[in-house]
């Protein structure tokens, strides 16, 4: 631990002087455990995240299909499902100001004439 950063920095600039395929191979060769750092295309390419649902393409009334992230962990008991991709955006807003903000029918006719909501 002494000498980190510069064991970091030398193992930097030898995997910035190749493409990610050469630096697996070579950790591959030398028996060293790695992994790749993916990015959000990665995931959602991997036919791994696919084949345990941790990516999935669910229907959507506006935007015809929709992909998100699945219910993670997968329990054995308890797997969890996406059933929907959540409310359209204001579905819910004139239940949240009447149900939880208490505002009558004429005070949201006020405001969706101002243009609030």
Do not use: C, N
């Not at 991709?85 to 969706?112: C, N, Y």
């Amino acid at each position: 631990l002494r000498r980190v950063d510069e064991l970091d920095a030398a193992i930097g600039a030898w995997a910035a002087r190749h493409s990610a395929a050469e630096v697996q191979r070579a950790l591959e060769a030398a028996e060293v455990p790695h992994g790749p750092i993916y990015s959000i295309k990665d995931i959602a390419e991997d036919p791994q995240y696919q084949a345990r649902d941790m990516i999935l393409r669910v229907p959507h009334s506006h935007f015809g299909e929709v992909v998100m992230p699945g219910v993670l962990p997968v329990l054995s008991d308890t797997p969890g499902k996406v059933r929907w991709p959540g409310p359209a955006l204001g579905e819910h807003t004139e239940a949240v100001l009447r149900d939880d903000l208490g505002l009558d029918a004429a005070a949201i006719a006020r405001l969706q004439a101002a243009g609030v909501i």
